[in-house]
């Protein structure tokens, strides 16, 4: 039955010629930058099309929450996209990274809608994976590009030790950050509407580390993925470049 409407839905949007079949192979630009933001569209678009397929073959507005979330998440790439194309003085720099890192987490966050997965009776299992899981490969790649984007500032500010000890740190406090919003319920206008509470929170497992054990395992746990992640995109990135300055 489920299938049956998909298909009906995908005949009926071609017969529209919404969606023109390709003639020719698309030729992108030499324009990375523009490419890579192309691609972040498409990839929205697709998150939001199968949610609101969902929505209408359920009748449900369940998973709706998705959008908010995705929102948050181009928040820190944003800023990071638009600082990285403008000269900041250090205090202006300093601020902005500052509002950059509240946000941040909020890009990693999507991988733990995963815990909203049920099984329903009018939607297969399947299809909800396949919602929760797009929509947290988007927010992982805002969280690795936005990193790599101000890593790449960085770069220009301070050494080359500083810059990864920084970025080190960030990638922990983005799993630190999960841990606040998943299960201390935490969010990043917190940091303003209610600070002394939000401190005192933090303050707390970090006097009695032993006494929240969840808090350092989230941490660590994710901080140490982040990082091996991080990693393997700057390994694959290094020799992309290495591989374009030989064919030159």
């Known amino acids: 039955m489920f299938l049956e409407k998909l298909i009906g839905v995908m005949v009926e949007f071609r017969s529209l010629k919404v969606v023109k079949p390709l003639k020719n192979e698309i030729k992108m630009k030499n324009n990375p930058q523009r490419n890579l933001h192309l691609l972040l569209l498409l990839l ?4 939001i099309s199968i949610l609101i397929f969902r929505i209408w073959f359920t009748a449900s507005i369940t998973y709706m929450f998705l959008v908010w979330n995705l929102i948050l998440a181009y928040i820190p790439f944003v800023i990071s996209s638009i600082i990285k194309t403008r000269r900041l003085k250090p205090l202006l720099f ?3 990274f500052v509002v950059w890192l509240s946000f941040l ?3 990693s966050y999507i991988i733990t809608d995963i815990f909203h997965l049920k099984q329903q009776r009018t939607i297969p299992l399947w299809f909800d994976l396949l919602l929760v899981v797009s929509f947290a490969v988007n927010g992982m790649l805002l969280f690795f590009l936005s990193i790599n984007d101000m ?5 220009t500010r301070v050494s080359r030790r500083v810059t990864w000890l920084v970025t080190v740190l960030v990638l922990f406090l983005s799993g630190f950050g999960i841990y606040l919003g998943r299960y201390l319920r935490w969010n990043s206008w917190d940091v303003i509407s209610n600070p002394q509470l939000l401190l005192f929170d933090i303050i707390e497992r970090i006097k009695d580390p032993l006494s929240h054990p969840r808090t350092w395992g989230v941490t660590i746990g994710f901080g140490i993925l982040f990082l091996l992640g991080y990693l393997l995109l700057n390994v694959i990135q290094s020799n992309y ?3 374009s300055i030989l064919k030159r």
């Open 44 to 47: 929205s678009s697709y998150c």
């Open 94 to 96: 300093f601020m902005v």
């Open 105 to 107: 987490p909020n890009a």
């Open 241 to 243: 470049q290495e591989k």
């Open 151 to 155: 890593h790449t500032l960085l770069l």
